[in-house]
């Protein structure tokens, strides 16, 4: 004897990543389920089918080795300079003594088919919510931000709304940063944006000449519980 079945499940792209395990639970024998007449006594009148259905999501991020070492440049607010816009903008600021902010971008492509959250942990010291930049001839310090960019199969689970510049947080916390890919696909352009603000800026100014250095490791979590 073969039984044949057809299991319907729910969107597996909708389902957190795990085991699910069911049992269907058959009578034999006379009356039952599974009758073959009166003559056939069973040695067991019980049959159990044990279902075992694995969700595994697949998630890749990839980067370049540029995108991983970022030079922050002097540019206008919501705007990412190039090395040469960022040297005009300094010439600018000498003439102007305007402080600009610094921002740079971190490109990454994303292939996602289920739920994740993103947070951050400092390669130097934390300044209130941000990582914190160095200077190399005092020890002064000041904070950066990172923000995210995510392509548009990708939204926050709790609202759906597009997730387009989204402050990145310090630590584990996806009651802040959920994020639920709505249809599968592959290698995706995302993008981190990092800012320096006007403030801080003057503070490094201070200190000129100097390099200031720091970093931040981007975490991508699937486990989300």
Known sequence: MSIVYELRTPDPFQLAPGDYKGTLHFT?????????????????????????????H??????????????????????VCSA??????????????????????S???????????VYLACM?????????????NTAQQVP??????LP????????????????????????????TTKSYAQNQKGSIDFLVAQHDVDTMLSTRPDTYRGGATVIFDQNIN
């Open 28 to 56: 034999i024998g006379p009356g039952g389920d599974m009758d073959f007449g009166d003559r056939f006594v069973p040695s067991d009148s019980i049959l159990d089918i044990n279902f075992l259905l694995s969700v595994n």
């Open 58 to 79: 697949e998630f890749k991020i990839t980067t370049s080795a540029e995108d991983r070492m970022v030079a922050l440049q002097p540019c206008k607010p919501g705007q």
């Open 84 to 105: 040469k816009e960022g040297e005009a903008n300094w010439e600018r600021w000498r003439v102007s003594r305007v402080t600009p902010q610094l921002t740079g971008r």
């Open 107 to 117: 490109n990454f492509g994303i292939t996602s088919s289920g739920d994740f959250t």
């Open 124 to 136: 130097n010291n934390q300044i209130g919510q941000d990582c914190a930049l160095e200077s190399d």
């Open 144 to 149: 950066f931000s990172a923000f995210i960019n």
């Open 152 to 179: 548009a199969n990708i939204v926050d689970s709790t609202t759906g709304a597009a997730i387009v510049q989204r402050r990145l947080h310090i630590g584990k916390d996806p009651a802040k940063d959920l994020f």
